[in-house]
């Protein structure tokens, strides 16, 4: 039915019901009074109109609202889910409440996807909240409002996922704390006594805490450091009782197994070996002299390791002394102990500051056998390894020095006073050996310098050269070759042919099947050659040995028979043999005791010769 007939039909009725009212009340009332009554119901028939209207239009506001209020969620929930919710305009044809239903039922699953949400946020944010109380960490945030994106989320839960991996680290290690403590009470022999201990030591409860965990790691290291001061003391006193052995000699083989035997750390060896010491300490008593007299043997040899000076020594005067009390035998073993600790802290200076000495020696000894006058006596090329050995040490000795240096500055830095080696500072000591050793190097250079020019003084004079000696001497100025001979290096059988020919060309008639011994082969050479040189040999004579010379030098002195072509080139064939004659070479030996000297002076003497 349409809304036009429910209306014509409304107006009809109200006709037929105001008819009916009028009629009744004209024949109730006067005209008046009925005129009244229909202005009354007028009035009524407004109001009633009006209510219904004004109720209508409170039904429109609420509907209304609420699909404000709808638009506004929807709003909401696209911020709080981070979606993009799409609510349009409502059709002109689409009444309010239809409309209202339809945004209600469009965001109601957004509804319970939030909630869903805040029920997983709240559940972690409880998870969360326990695992801080049990480990003691504080808790990360996680809003509400707006709501964490998903990365958070997953973010949010590694970190309880960490939490949860730290509860269980926590609780593997409260048991093993647990197991340590009772395992130190069972080494010390102590029980517990009051119950909180007990529970605090009972695996089954799990009470995870701050303050249990705290307490149970006090607990432990307190056990801990009584244990870890057992062992050093059980240390101590085994060495003790070792060292007590040794000096008193013991053969107690019964005190000694027991004692070797208690290997384990806990409080029954630590009383074994309390007793044995007392036992051993009260024979020291009764042989303080004997323990006295080793120990001055022990201090002694360590004097020698910290290379202490006589000076040093002397202040330990109880050393010197004869009292025999225990006083004195305290301050030996302090003595003794001081020592050592200082030897062992600074091992690596001595070991260094050793071994500095060795190398050094050796390159003395190098530096002593370059300076000797037969290093030229070369076997095997050990002029060069001797020369590579130097090098080496010259090497090596400055990398040893930086190394002693820096440690023994670190030494000064801590101890505030300098490191001694035989009462002298060792930085000093060191440079002072290489002061003294670029000295000593500069004075052989000095008396090198002397000699050479002492040699050239003594050269003998010059006789003039003509052309032809210059081409018979072409082996001597020509070549430097011949110079490289020494007199120590000619072949004897040489100089003996070359003597014996020179006598044939003196004596014609003399038969070369006639022997001519060699000291009056010699003394004729000697002859022939003042004779022609006019060079006076010093205290030569018949029968008489060459008396030393000033210069003590070794006199080469060769001569070339030139018998051939006149262009002065020996012939090189073997057809005639009386002009293929060997050039003789004359090789006097120096008197004796001149055999040895120095290579200067025998590169003075080839200069001067080849000057010559």
């Known amino acids: 039915?349409?809304?036009?007939?429910?209306?014509?039909?409304?107006?009809?009725?109200?006709?037929?019901?105001?008819?009916?009212?009028?009629?009744?009340?004209?024949?109730?009332?006067?005209?008046?009074?009925?005129?009244?009554?229909?202005?009354?119901?007028?009035?009524?028939?407004?109001?009633f109109y009006t209510d219904i209207i004004n109720e209508s239009r409170d039904k429109e506001e609420t509907i209304n609202s609420d699909i404000a209020a709808l638009r506004t969620e929807a709003t909401d929930l696209k911020?709080?889910?981070h979606k993009a919710v799409d609510i349009g305009q409502r059709p002109d044809d689409v009444p309010l409440s239809i409309w209202y239903m339809k945004l209600d039922t469009s965001i109601d699953h957004l509804r319970e996807e939030l909630a869903g949400r805040r029920a997983e946020i709240s559940e972690l944010l409880q998870q969360q909240q326990q695992l801080c109380d049990e480990l003691g960490e504080l808790p990360h945030p996680l809003l509400a409002d707006p709501l964490p994106l998903p990365e958070e989320m997953d973010s949010?839960?590694?970190?309880?996922?960490?939490?949860?991996?730290?509860?269980?680290?926590?609780?593997?290690?409260?048991?093993?704390?647990?197991?340590?403590?009772?395992?130190?009470?069972?080494?010390?022999?102590?029980?517990?006594?009051?119950d909180s201990e007990k529970q605090l030591l009972n695996s089954d409860t799990h009470r995870l805490t701050p303050e249990s965990y705290e307490r149970l790691q006090t607990m432990h290291k307190e056990y801990a450091d009584q244990v870890q001061e057992l062992r050093e003391r059980i240390d101590g006193m085994r060495d003790k009782v070792d060292l007590l052995w040794q000096r008193l000699r013991l053969t107690d083989e019964y005190a000694m197994r027991r004692v070797r035997e208690s290997t384990s750390y806990n409080q029954r060896t630590f009383d074994i070996l309390r007793e044995e010491l007392e036992r051993c300490q009260a024979m020291r008593q009764q042989n303080i002299k004997t323990f006295i007299d080793q120990l001055r043997i022990e201090i002694n040899e360590w004097w020698d390791l910290t290379l202490k000076s006589t000076k040093e020594r002397r202040r330990f005067t109880s050393y010197y002394c004869d009292t025999q009390s225990e006083d004195v035998l305290e301050l030996f073993e302090r003595e003794l102990d001081h020592l050592k600790e200082f030897y062992n802290s600074n091992r690596r200076i001595f070991e260094?500051?050793?071994?500095?000495?060795?190398?050094?020696?050796?390159?003395?000894?190098?530096?002593?056998?370059?300076?000797?006058?037969?290093?030229?006596?070369?076997?095997?090329?050990?002029?060069?390894k001797e020369e590579k050995e130097r090098k080496t040490m010259m090497s090596r000795l400055p990398k040893i020095d930086q190394q002693i240096t820096e440690l023994v500055k670190v030494y000064m830095s801590q101890a505030n006073t300098p490191f001694l080696v035989h009462g002298e500072d060792i930085l000093n000591s060191m440079s002072t050996d290489w002061e003294r050793h670029h000295q000593s190097k500069k004075q052989p250079s000095a008396q090198k310098k002397d000699t050479n020019n002492a040699s050239i003084k003594m050269k003998p004079p010059m006789a003039p050269l003509t052309p032809n000696t210059m081409k018979g001497n072409r082996g001597i100025h020509g070549s430097s070759s011949s110079l490289k001979k020494t007199p120590s290096k000619l072949n004897a059988s040489t100089t003996a042919k070359s003597t014996g020919n020179l006598q044939k060309r003196r004596h014609p008639n003399h038969g070369r099947n006639s022997p001519q011994p060699a000291a009056a082969a010699k003394r004729n050479l000697i002859t022939s050659l003042e004779c022609n040189n006019s060079v006076p040999m010093i205290g030569?004579?018949?029968?008489?040995?060459?008396?030393?010379?000033?210069?003590?030098?070794?006199?080469?002195?060769?001569?070339?028979?030139?018998?051939?072509?006149a262009s002065g080139r020996p012939s090189t064939g073997n057809r005639n043999p009386q002009r293929n004659r060997p050039i003789p070479q004359i090789h006097v030996r120096p008197p004796s005791g001149e055999e040895n000297e120095s290579p200067d002076e025998e590169s003075g003497d080839l200069e001067a010769f080849a000057a010559y």
């Open 540 to 565: 030569v004579s018949n029968g008489q040995k060459p008396i030393k010379s000033p210069q003590k030098k070794v006199r080469v002195l060769e001569y070339s028979v030139r018998r051939g072509k």
């Open 1 to 47: 039915m349409k809304f036009s007939e429910h209306k014509a039909r409304i107006l009809a009725l109200t006709a037929n019901h105001v008819d009916e009212l009028q009629a009744m009340w004209t024949r109730m009332f006067e005209p008046q009074t009925c005129e009244d009554c229909i202005v009354r119901l007028e009035a009524h028939a407004h109001s």
């Open 156 to 194: 949010f839960r590694d970190h309880l996922a960490q939490l949860r991996d730290q509860r269980v680290q926590r609780l593997k290690e409260m048991d093993q704390l647990r197991h340590s403590i009772r395992h130190n009470m069972k080494l010390l022999e102590i029980h517990l006594q009051t």
């Open 79 to 81: 911020r709080l889910l």
């Open 352 to 384: 260094l500051y050793s071994t500095r000495g060795e190398l050094w020696s050796r390159m003395e000894a190098l530096e002593a056998k370059a300076n000797d006058p037969n290093r030229f006596n070369n076997r095997g090329g050990q002029l060069l």
